[in-house]
């Protein structure tokens, strides 16, 4: 290690209060941008490895997020009908790659016997915690409808995810615009009408 700062990467360690080891991460792109052949005291790159930790801080936040938490607010609506918020936007990073894999999630449940549903904008959160992780798109999807029959005790549920992977995309196979379904479905939306009514309104745009 050169001229390296790691007091200025403490000290926004200590200002995010994130529990992601920033100074590990900035030593490491350090190491990483001189591998590739760059020099990494240039004046463009000098700040490249603390933007690049703080960017990592956010990108896998949700591996240090709660699902109960943000699930734990509930109504009492009496609904016991499907609930379902579609295109949900996200980006998620590739565990093969860590490149980003991108694209939108459909979430619905039919809630539990007691009609008690949660708020609309916590679906959406649900998403980020697992999304904010090193993934892969089939393990985001079983985790999120798990962590729904988990802590909202629905009658049933359904998530179902489309995405592009950028290590599809910009290296490798190179095939730009391909995009990757993945579903997951438990509970009583696994009846045939219930799973139809469900996947319409999902694929009707
Ligand atoms: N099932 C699944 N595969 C994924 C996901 N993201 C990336 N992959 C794949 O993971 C595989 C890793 O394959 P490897 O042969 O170990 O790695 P690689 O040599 O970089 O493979 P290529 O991408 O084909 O160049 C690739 O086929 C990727 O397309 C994902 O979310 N789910
Ligand atoms: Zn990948």
């Given amino acids: 290690m050169t001229d390296f700062d790691d007091q200025v990467v403490d000290a926004a360690l200590i200002a995010t209060g994130s529990p992601v080891d920033q100074p590990r991460i900035a030593r490491a792109v350090r190491e990483i941008l001189a591998a590739i052949g760059e020099d990494p005291d240039r004046d463009g790159l000098l700040e490249t ?52 894999f991108h694209g939108t999630a459909h979430i619905g449940y039919i809630p539990s016997e007691d009609g008690r549903v949660t708020g609309l904008s916590k679906l959406a959160r649900l998403v980020e915690v697992y999304a904010r992780r090193p993934q892969v798109q089939e393990r985001l999807t079983t985790q999120i409808v ?47 009408a219930t799973r139809a009514e469900a996947m319409s309104l999902i694929l009707g745009k």
Avoid: N
């Avoid at 703080?54 to 109960?68: P, S």
């Avoid at 938490?69 to 949900?88: A, M, N, P, R, Y």
């Fill in 49 to 100: 490895p603390t933007r690049v930790a703080r960017a990592y801080a956010e990108m896998f936040a949700g591996l240090h997020q709660d699902a109960a938490e943000v699930l734990s607010t509930s109504f009492d609506l009496e609904h016991q009908e499907l609930v379902l918020v579609k295109d949900i936007p996200f980006y998620s990073t590739c565990e093969h790659h860590l490149v980003p």
């Fill in 146 to 192: 798990d962590a729904m029959m988990e802590h909202l005790k629905p009658k049933g549920a359904i998530v179902v995810i489309e995405c592009e992977h950028m290590c599809m995309s910009m290296r490798g196979v190179r095939k730009p615009g391909a995009k990757t379904v993945t579903s997951a479905v438990r509970g009583q939306i696994r009846e045939t």
